[in-house]
């Protein structure tokens, strides 16, 4: 084996060196190694390593992939995605991503006074990455706790960009329904929906973009070299959710794949553990403690999963957010096969659909501070206060005059250092909901 290993190593000098760029994904495989010995091997060579079970797991990399494989002699099959027929399959009844931007704007052009629709970029072919604002004042900018929802960032994870359809369209007629908890989430909360982060991807069903570029491998990375938190000589897609994170205030976020079910919490990249690691695992079992499949899954304890003890992630989204922005987010992985019959959707949506409502209602529980100068920032430094006494949270930067973080039920101490000079401390409790309709906000 040895021996083996050496000369595929050799041999990836001419195949795999050829493209200066660890996260093409032009060829796709399953290495059956229950054992998983040679995942060190590909993770060496920088191939990306997806979806580790208890036969093996995926592999990614450029065009020479499946032939570098061949000479260490071990097991695979090919992906679906890069079968030779796979352009002239049928794509099961899924509608185009231009045929899911029209039922949108459809919803959003009959509910104009709670939904808005935008673009925040262009993908690499040009198509738009179209989001939904959902508020009660939806033109406004308001002082209100930030959530997010991002799907199909993997263009071939399907099930993510039709459940975020059902998900606004369920939610508009909750809302029209009077349901006081929709109503409450809606008044009080600036939410926003990217159904489809790769257009691109999900129109050629494949993994990567129009580049073929994975675009869960390039995001800045804090345990890597590649940990400059600048959209710079990135995807277009990636850019573009730099870029929109960077303008707003989120505190809480998931993102959606496909290939399995559980929640993936932080981190990815590191084996070291997260801030708010026990709030997180919380929301991750809330989350899939309704999901048939989910919370009885014989593969992963209570239906999450640490993703670091899972399968290391380097550049991912995920942990971008979390490290750079204080953005709590998990990756929910909804089905099993990555892009299932189209008939199927409804189930998985009746399946997610509590867990979806939920978690957006997370975000009220928290706390922050606004200032009535927009232009103040500074940086807060959060204490958890208890009988024996306070606890550090974090250090954490805020700007445009306002703050927001989901946190544990608790009693915390907040000590601002501002632009303008001064040093502010205050105390204050969190609950859920939060107490005050607009997020539970001190104003400074």
């Known amino acids: 084996m040895l021996k083996l290993i050496t000369l595929a190593l050799i041999f990836s000098t001419s195949i795999l060196a050829q493209v200066n760029n660890s996260q093409f994904v032009h060829e796709g495989l399953f290495i059956f190694d229950s054992q998983k010995k040679l995942i060190k091997t590909f993770t060496d060579q920088k191939i990306t390593v997806d979806h580790v079970n208890s036969s093996g797991y995926e592999v990614y990399g450029p065009v020479g992939l499946e032939e570098w494989v061949k000479i260490l002699n071990v097991p695979y099959k090919i992906l679906d995605e890069f ?234 989204m995920q942990d971008w957010s979390y490290n750079w922005y204080g953005d709590l987010q998990v990756t929910i992985e909804l089905s099993h096969q990555k892009w299932p019959d189209y008939s199927t959707i409804p189930t998985f949506y009746q399946q997610n659909a509590w867990s979806l409502f939920r978690f957006a209602n997370r975000i009220h529980q928290g706390v922050g501070f606004k200032f009535e100068d927009k232009s103040l920032s500074g940086k807060v430094t959060i204490y958890s206060l208890d009988r024996t006494g306070q606890r550090k949270i974090g250090d954490y930067f805020f700007g445009r005059g306002e703050y927001y973080k989901v946190l544990p039920l608790g009693y915390y101490r907040f000590e601002l250092e501002i632009s303008d000079g001064r040093s502010i401390s205050f105390n204050e409790s969190v609950n859920f909901p939060g107490e005050k309709e607009n997020g539970n906000y001190v104003q400074l």
């Open 83 to 316: 079968h030779e027929d796979h352009a002239n399959k049928d794509f099961l009844g899924y509608p185009t991503p231009t045929e899911v931007y029209n039922r949108l704007e459809t919803l959003v052009a009959n509910n104009t006074d709670i939904l808005k629709s935008f673009s925040i970029g262009k993908s690499h072919n040009g198509q738009e990455i179209l989001t939904i604002k959902v508020s009660d004042s939806v033109e406004l900018d308001e002082v209100e706790p930030e959530f997010k929802y991002i799907a199909n960032m993997h263009g071939n994870e399907i099930v993510g960009r039709e459940m975020m359809v059902l998900f606004l369209e369920d939610l508009v007629k909750k809302y029209r329904d009077n349901d006081p908890k929709v109503q409450a989430l809606v008044n009080n909360t600036e939410m926003f929906i990217i159904p489809t982060m790769n257009p691109d991807g999900s129109e050629k069903k494949r993994r990567g973009n129009g580049r073929w570029i994975d675009l869960n491998r390039n995001f800045p990375d804090f345990t890597t070299q590649d940990n400059d938190n600048t959209p710079e000589n990135r995807e277009p897609e990636t850019q573009a959710i730099m870029k929109f994170q960077a303008q707003r205030n989120f505190a809480l976020s998931a993102n959606f794949h496909g290939g399995t079910k559980v929640v993936n919490y932080p981190w990815d990249t590191s084996r070291e553990t997260a801030p708010l690691t026990p709030l997180i695992i919380e929301l991750s079992k809330e989350y899939a403690s309704k999901v048939e499949g989910m919370f009885n899954s014989s593969e992963f304890q209570n239906g999450i999963v640490n993703g670091y003890q899972w399968y290391e992630v380097n550049g991912g």
